[in-house]
């Protein structure tokens, strides 16, 4: 069973730059896709970006596409977030997960997909 671990985060202003990390534990992290996903406080969960196992495809939500930009190393277990020019609207806790997808490789956009979740890190973006 795969257990993902993030870090990254914290407060930086709009404009500013941040990157997420989420670390996976196992060895079979190659077989997971794997997605972010954020919730801010009152609304529901919503995709952000997401990754295929083999790392070639990926995906975005309209409103973070052209600024963020998801990526992997399956050497190293891990998933990242690079957010560029970040909005006040960005603010939120950004979740990683994870889905056991050794068959197909696609990127999954919808949260009930995912298996695993980490454990979530607040992003806030002051104006």
């Known amino acids: 069973q795969v257990q993902l671990v993030q870090s990254g985060g914290g407060l930086v202003q709009a404009g500013g730059s941040l990157r997420l990390s989420c670390a996976a534990s196992?060895?079979?992290?190659?077989?997971?896709?794997m997605g972010w996903f954020r919730q801010a406080p009152g609304k529901e969960r919503e995709f952000v970006a997401a990754v295929s196992r083999s790392g070639d495809n990926t995906y975005y939500a309209d409103s973070v596409k052209g600024r963020f930009t998801i990526s992997r190393d399956n050497a190293k277990n891990t998933v990242y977030l690079q957010m560029n020019s970040l909005k006040p609207e960005d603010t939120a806790v950004y979740y990683c997960?994870?889905?056991?997808?050794?068959?197909?490789?696609?990127?999954?956009?919808?949260?009930?997909?995912?298996?695993?979740w980490g454990q979530g890190t607040q992003v806030t973006v002051s104006s």
């Open positions: 196992g060895r079979t992290f190659s077989g997971y896709a």
């Open positions: 997960a994870a889905k056991w997808s050794p068959f197909i490789n696609r990127a999954l956009p919808t949260p009930r997909e995912y298996d695993l």
